[in-house]
């Protein structure tokens, strides 16, 4: 079945640092979508890229749609605490349900 | 306007117990979506009911089980509960295409004894 893959698992960065999250997917993916879970929280809808080769930007953040609709990564611009959470991407393949990865946890150290 | 709530917000039961989680989605929203969360991982697809009939359902054993009501509610009933059931069970509600943005609740946290 359709497996959704994240790396990196955890990172730590100093408050100012730039972080990437990347997303990879088996198969071709319909949409992307990408949610943030503050600790003890539910997952928070962020965005979703649905054309192949898309980026979108959300203030500090940058969201891009690989050109073969498979990959993504989300890009934050100089982190600040309030970044703290984990990030999943999560993925449509045709009409499947919606497949998450394991997330990425972010630690920002004032 | 309110956005999706669940009920209880943390319960401990013990095993071979049966458990109903109840959801209420967003007004106008027609789609409620479960999922289970373990510790450390993603959220993963239990089901998904769309004007109260079932879309989609993930690999789960058939003690889970859920239904909608014509108030677009939901309950997710598990049976014979197991220690690895506990987890945080989310709903989520969309307006009703497969590939909608889902809007999470603040889940029940199922604690199995």
């Known amino acids: 079945g359709q497996q959704v893959m994240q790396i990196p698992q955890y990172q730590h960065v100093q408050e100012g640092e730039d972080f990437t999250t990347y997303c990879n997917s088996s198969t071709t993916l319909s949409n992307i979508q990408w949610y943030k879970q503050r600790p003890g929280g539910h997952p928070v809808f962020l965005i979703q890229l649905v054309k192949s080769g898309e980026v979108k930007k959300q203030k500090r953040l940058t969201f891009q749609f690989g050109e073969a609709k498979k990959n993504s990564s989300l890009h934050i611009t100089a982190t600040q605490t309030t970044d703290v959470g984990t990030y999943f991407c999560a993925g449509h393949s045709g009409n499947t349900p919606l497949v998450f990865g394991k997330g990425t946890r972010l630690s920002v150290i004032a | 306007d309110a956005g999706v709530t669940q009920s209880p917000t943390h319960l401990i039961k013990t095993r071979g117990q049966q458990v109903t989680l109840r959801c209420s989605p967003i007004?106008?929203?027609?789609?409620v979506s479960w999922y289970q969360q373990v510790l450390g991982q993603g959220p993963q697809f239990i089901f998904q009911?769309?004007?109260?009939?079932?879309?989609g359902r993930g690999n789960f054993p058939d003690r889970f089980s859920a239904r909608q009501f014509p108030n677009y509610s939901s309950e997710l009933n598990v049976n014979a509960l197991l220690l690895g059931d506990s987890a945080l069970y989310l709903c989520a509600s969309s307006s009703g295409g497969n590939t909608d943005t889902q809007y999470f609740g603040p889940g029940t946290r199922l604690t199995v004894l």
């Open positions: 007004s106008g929203h027609k789609s």
């Open positions: 009911y769309y004007e109260k009939e079932e879309r």
